[in-house]
């Protein structure tokens, strides 16, 4: 069922934001050098790799490591990239790894394939065996703003009380903290 309400929902948003992809496709590259889509090496499902797929909010030549390592993360984004965070407009183009069932709209966010601390704890807490999502619990209980146990926690509680009615709590929150910016750090 979850996976029938995804590839539904996808194709409908695809549809509906088909005009804000070539809009902020056309803002990244010409506001930056490099291409307007970056493809960012993510753990899903049982711990395997895919590439996911986001608009580029950084320069091309930031270290592939979570923004919270960089030293001064503002230093390396692109013009309109810190507004493409705030307004999550750089998650759109996740919608294709939702459609290849990589993701799912609702479950932990992927974390990057480095962050060995975050994928050792979710290993931990069996969250490793679930779709991850573009929105979840976490995002909606803090977002960047969360330490990584705290997150991980967060990210159990879903695993342990999965549901629709929960996934479409969770999509309405989203929508709520997307408009309000509510803790994004970058």
Known sequence: MKRLFDLLLALLAGCILAPAFLIVACMV???SRGPAIYWSDRVGKEN?????????????????VATHLLDN????????GSFLRKSSLDE?????????????????????FNQHD????????QVHTI?????GWAQINGR???????????DAYYFAHQSLALDIKILFLTFFKVIKRDGVTH
């Open 48 to 64: 395997q790799i895919f590439k996911m797929p986001k608009f580029r909010t950084m320069r091309i030549d930031t270290p592939a």
């Open 73 to 80: 993360p503002d230093q390396y984004l692109t013009p309109i």
């Open 29 to 31: 590259k010409l506001t």
């Open 144 to 154: 960047d703003e969360l330490p990584i146990p705290q997150k991980v926690d967060l």
């Open 92 to 112: 759109l183009p996740q919608l294709w790894s939702i459609l290849n069932g990589d993701m799912s709209f609702v479950g932990p966010r992927p974390a990057l």
């Open 131 to 135: 779709v991850p999502g573009l929105t």
């Open 118 to 125: 975050l994928i050792a704890l979710r290993t931990e807490k």
